[in-house]
């Protein structure tokens, strides 16, 4: 492979290749005719790829490490479940609401966290994921506790939210590659590599800094709102830091710094998430090893290898 | 008739805890000007380097550019007025090619894309970097990453450079190359503050140099006069400083 | 209790002030010692005392191996990341935090039952102050092994040898210092203090996977608080959490007693970032 392959537009550009490319594997699937639980577990599938993808901006783009995404996801979708509880609003609002609420919230959190550095940084919003789950937990008048609240649905086909979400997951992918071929996604890894640096080259990381934030946190609220609607339920355990754990080790394993490498980790690690369940519950076990044996060694995720595969095929090709 | 120097700076002090590092510091930068700025270790010439850059601010004092203020931006706006800052551990973009590192300096200096492409280019050619611009900057050598900062400094050539130590630890061919493109640069108009240790850089680069010692200005001038100077040899030689 | 945290989070000011690492597993030494205590001495029926020893080898024995095989690119000089150093610990700690939970938890499973106390007597009575004597002997051990953990550094050869490393890692390697070596050091020291909090702790609860998280949590908010870097701030940050936790706890809501300590820990972090080594102040 040729070493201008290097170059960020290209590499992006073989990114989306790859995962327009899954996307139109996965439309496939259904027509397997399979039971609508493995269809269930599938769309949660794709949830879990949504937030991968949110958080793989903050962490893999722009160098945050937040510890927050699953309790964005679980805010987002208590957004729409009060407004629905205590207004009977309906999803026309609740969905927006979702977002702009994440968004409003992730712009106050980045703010906190603006100065400080990678282990303060997830130490922070470690702590404010546990304080916002702790908090909806707790508050049995206003959101019901641990029970959870109800999400009206937006279509009772099981089929249909597998496409809709598929569609989702494409939409997001798409925007984010946009996003990041553009100056500000530079601007982005710009800061991942070296925020001071970047200021000093003319980027105004503050502001670059803030805007992932929004935008992550804007994301893990849609999904979660999503998550909502087609599970018709949320609760506080959607915001778990155990779930952020998994959202963590779907991006490393799957690729961190790319944007097919956390839907293929989200897809296979949950699909994987299932079946070791039924083995007996080790799961987290093995996630967890992977990660660790992916961080040490595998740093670019199972993205990384199969490129690295593909570039040997065709060198060969060329030899 | 006075022409207006492109930066002024007026009295500027900076105390850390117990220490004063920068005590009163005034001096001129005249436009065209590659200004030496020597010292002992821990004169405060880095401190002064810092407060002209924006990463601190001094306690007291203004900083002048072309007749207005700049004493409290920010570093990104530093920049887009025309204040750049090369460190002394050289600070490039890891992960992404040398020639992405260009690209996005240029563009967040506000070069569309094209032009920050065509510009790039030619850095690349200028700075001898072609063979290893694709290479992710990370993966460059000591040498070939400063090269690589200067280019980014240079995307849109800047008012005045600051340069920090440009030279420390940096091979006898890489050294050349960048005096070259100090002093071809210089001859189209290009500014220099250039922060260093390195006498023999000093000498045939700087067109007048200032010398300070433990916050205060010693001496300034010709650079061969300043280095003649009996109280900059004085200062280097002896005193203790760490 | 003050105690008690302070010789977990001195464990964790070590690593993270010393080494700038951030261990998320920190906890897990803690559930581990536990665990080995409860276990040696109840499934085994080895003297109580000597199982506390071996819960703490084995922390110090935990500490060096995760030493051994995570830690090393951080500071052996990988090229080429995708994951940079700091975030690579908060990923690897964090994985392995999970890890040994879940492995534990599925290992052992939740046991049953509680360490046995190291004294017979539960309760003593000082004036009108009820003590309970494994709270006594514990707080006596932990008190006299900050001090020892205090002397060990000042006096000893691998002591001074940490505290060089912690000012200049590279400037020790010169003088003949082997960086691996003695980080190998913090982290069994790191490991076998922790453990040794949890085992002491055990017969005071129930034994569980995940008990190791709360300590972790407090240890860090100790940490933090008393200033990076700084073993005696970490130590007397430890008293203040425990003393002002109890307040809380008793005088305005047991239930948030817990995100008491992190309402602290934000709060410390925005407002007095003591020890943010390498932030360079705005002034102004």
């Known amino acids: 492979m040729s070493q201008i392959e290097n170059l960020w537009s290209r590499r992006l550009a073989r990114d989306l290749k790859c995962l327009l490319l899954l996307c139109a594997l996965m439309c496939f699937v259904p027509l397997l005719d399979l039971s609508p639980y493995t269809l269930g577990i599938l769309i949660v599938g794709f949830y879990f790829a949504l937030m991968a993808l949110a958080w793989n901006l903050l962490a893999g783009f722009t160098g945050q490490f937040s510890m927050a995404p699953a309790a964005f996801s679980m805010i987002g979708g208590y957004f729409t479940a009060l407004l629905n509880f205590h207004l009977g609003a309906t999803l026309w609002i609740g969905i927006p609401a979702a977002i702009i609420g994440s968004a409003l919230l992730g712009f106050l959190l980045g703010a906190t966290v603006l100065r400080l550095k990678g282990p303060y940084l997830s130490l922070t919003t470690l702590a404010f994921a546990e304080i916002a789950r702790v908090f909806i937990g707790n508050s049995h008048e206003f959101t019901r506790g641990d029970q959870g609240l109800n999400v009206p649905t937006l279509m009772d086909d099981r089929i249909a939210y597998y496409y809709f979400f598929l569609a989702l997951v494409i939409l997001m992918g798409s925007l984010i590659f946009l996003l990041m071929r553009s100056k500000y996604g530079g601007y982005l890894l710009a800061i991942r590599d070296d925020a001071d640096a970047a200021e000093s080259r003319g980027i105004p990381v503050v502001r670059f800094k803030l805007l992932a934030f929004t935008i992550s946190s804007a994301m893990c609220g849609f999904a979660g709102c999503m998550y909502g609607t087609f599970s018709q339920l949320v609760s506080p355990e959607m915001g778990l830091l155990q779930q952020t754990g998994l959202i963590i080790s779907m991006v490393v394993i799957g690729g961190i710094g790319s944007i097919t490498g956390p839907v293929l980790g989200a897809l296979l690690v949950y699909l994987s998430s299932e079946w070791l369940r039924d083995i007996g519950n080790i799961q987290l076990i093995v996630f967890a090893l992977l990660v660790m044996i992916f961080a040490r060694f595998f740093r670019t995720g199972l993205w990384g290898i199969f490129l690295e595969i593909y570039a040997r095929l065709k060198s060969k090709k060329h030899n | 008739m006075k022409v207006e120097p492109l930066l002024r700076i007026d009295g500027i002090s900076k105390r850390f805890g117990g220490n004063q590092a920068v005590d009163h510091v005034s001096f001129d930068v005249p436009h065209g000007i590659i200004l030496g700025l020597i010292g002992p270790n821990g004169s405060g010439k880095t401190t002064v380097l810092n407060m002209l850059s924006g990463e601190l601010f001094p306690d007291e004092g203004i900083t002048y550019l072309e007749g207005s203020p700049i004493t409290r931006l920010s570093p990104s706006q530093l920049a887009h007025l025309g204040v750049i800052r090369m460190f002394q551990m050289t600070r490039v973009f890891g992960r992404l090619s040398a020639f992405d590192n260009l690209l996005i300096a240029g563009r967040a200096m506000g070069l569309t894309a094209a032009e920050a492409s065509t510009r790039a280019q030619s850095l690349v050619q200028e700075l001898t970097l072609e063979h290893v611009q694709y290479l992710d900057a990370g993966q460059l050598s000591g040498g070939q990453k400063k090269l690589l900062e200067f280019g980014m400094c240079f995307m849109c050539p800047p008012k005045i450079a600051l340069l920090d130590e440009p030279f420390a630890a940096v091979h006898p061919v890489m050294r050349e190359t960048m005096s070259r493109f100090i002093q071809s640069r210089n001859q189209s108009g290009q500014t220099f503050l250039l922060v260093s240790h390195d006498m023999p850089i000093v000498k045939s680069l700087c067109h007048e140099s200032i010398c300070m010692n433990t916050g205060k200005i010693i001496s300034q001038g010709p650079t061969r006069s300043v280095l003649e100077d009996p109280n900059v040899i004085e200062a280097y030689l002896g005193g203790d400083h760490e | ?284």
Not at chain 3, 46 to 56: E, K, M
Not at chain 3, 136 to 152: D, E, K, N, V, Y
Request: hydrophobic share 55%; charged share 10%.
């Open chain 3, 1 to 284: 209790m003050g105690l008690f945290y302070a010789l977990m989070a001195v464990g964790l000011a070590m690593i993270f002030g010393i080494l700038r690492i951030v261990n998320f597993a920190h906890g897990e030494f803690f559930m581990v010692g536990a665990y080995a205590y409860a276990l040696t001495a109840m499934k085994l029926g080895i003297n109580p005392w000597v199982a506390l020893v071996l819960a703490a080898v084995g922390g110090a024995f935990l500490g060096i191996i995760i030493e051994k095989l995570l830690m090393r690119p951080l500071y052996q000089g990988y090229a080429s990341w995708s994951i940079v150093k700091d975030e690579y610990a908060v990923v690897v700690t964090f994985a392995l935090s999970l890890f040994l939970i879940h492995f534990v938890d599925k290992v052992v499973g939740p046991s049953p039952f509680m360490g046995p106390s190291l004294m017979s007597t539960q309760r003593i009575a000082i004036g009108p102050i009820m003590l309970n004597g494994q709270k006594i002997i514990s707080a006596g051990i932990s008190i006299s092994l900050l001090c020892g953990l205090a002397l060990f550094i000042k006096k000893s050869l691998w002591g001074r040898q940490i505290q060089a490393v912690a000012q200049n890692r590279f400037g020790s390697s010169l003088a003949g210092i082997d960086p691996v070596k003695t980080t190998s050091i913090i982290f069994a020291i790191s490991g076998m203090l922790a453990a040794l909090s949890g085992a002491l702790m055990a017969p005071l609860m129930n034994p569980a996977p995940d008990i190791g998280s709360f300590p972790a949590i407090k240890s860090f908010i100790i940490v933090v608080l008393g200033g990076i870097g700084s073993i005696w701030g970490s130590m007397f940050a430890a008293l203040l959490l425990g003393v002002s936790e109890s307040f809380f706890a008793v005088y305005i809501s047991y239930d948030y007693r817990d995100a008491f300590g992190l309402f602290i820990l934000v709060a410390v972090l925005i407002f007095r970032p003591h020890g943010l080594a390498g932030q360079k102040g705005r002034g102004a």
